[in-house]
């Protein structure tokens, strides 16, 4: 949720993705339950502006999936800034644009449970193929979603996280009812029910992150219209290594060590 990244050859590794620094100020990542579903993915934070205590940050996904004659695909791109507003407090806003679309119907039997939104028969797949034909089997989707946060680091272990994000905006092109994957059926019901993109994609959550060494742990709890949302904001597990400074701070400690047990003898 910040504009801040990895460092240069510093690896992340959490629940649910893997991040490394690839370039300074560069990282990259995936999320390999995806990658393992049939579904390739990757996502990237670059942060080219530094001035003071503000940051600026350009970030991207892809994911994509193809099975015969269907294929699907979930791409965006967006900004983030964060600004340290006091030395223990910061404020992160972003914003994100995403488009989401497929061509083709696919048949569930040949796609994972974990990436269908709703369970329907082959049988009811290719009646709606031979009802509507192959003409006009294209989905597109076009979303716009906005999120604030802010942290305060009580210490260099203990840090109050508070997260809210939503869809502000959202256009679809469709000569269809798109299938239930990839969220495509869900972004169609939106348009559909005339209601607030706000209302419908809300996630707020609070959370509290320990950051030790090389381990960061975050647990909370939220409110979303969607239910369990906001356990991905508000619920992270993750194991760093590498990068300049810890580096140089485990050189540092084994230093310590050292001159300490000389001295002891």
């Known amino acids: ?24 100020r560069t990282h990259i990542g995936t999320v390999p339950v995806l990658d393992a579903l049939g579904v390739p993915n990757a996502h990237f934070k670059v942060n080219p502006l530094r001035i003071g205590r503000y940051d600026l940050a350009v970030t991207g996904s892809h994911y994509a999936m ?9 791409s965006s791109a967006g900004i983030t800034q964060s600004v340290q507003l006091a030395r223990p407090w910061s404020i992160h806003v972003g914003a994100n644009y995403a488009v989401i679309g497929s061509d083709g ?29 192959m003409d006009d089997l294209s989905f597109r989707a076009e979303a716009i979603t906005v999120s604030v946060a802010t942290d305060v680091r009580f210490n260099r272990r203990d840090s109050l996280i508070l997260q809210a994000k939503a869809m502000t905006w959202a256009n679809i092109e469709t000569g269809f009812t798109p299938p239930p994957v990839l969220g495509l059926d869900q972004a169609m019901e939106l348009a559909d029910s005339g209601k607030a993109p706000i209302a419908e994609t809300y996630v707020a959550s609070a959370a509290w992150q320990f950051s030790w060494k090389q381990v960061d742990l975050r647990v909370g709890a939220g409110v979303s219209n969607v239910p369990g949302a ?36």
């Open 66 to 74: 193809s099975q015969d004659e269907f294929n699907a695909y979930h």
């Open 1 to 24: 949720f910040t504009a801040y990244t990895l460092e240069w050859g510093e690896t992340k590794l959490g629940l649910a993705t893997i991040t490394v620094g690839l370039l300074p």
């Open 230 to 265: 906001w356990l991905l904001q508000s619920t992270d597990l993750s194991y760093r290594f590498g990068g300049k400074t810890r580096r140089t701070e485990s050189r540092m400690a084994k230093t310590w060590k050292k001159n300490k047990a000389d001295t002891k003898r």
């Open 105 to 133: 119907i696919p048949l569930p039997s040949s796609l994972p449970d974990a990436i269908q939104s709703d369970k329907i028969s082959d049988a009811e797949i290719e009646a709606a193929k031979a009802k509507l034909g």
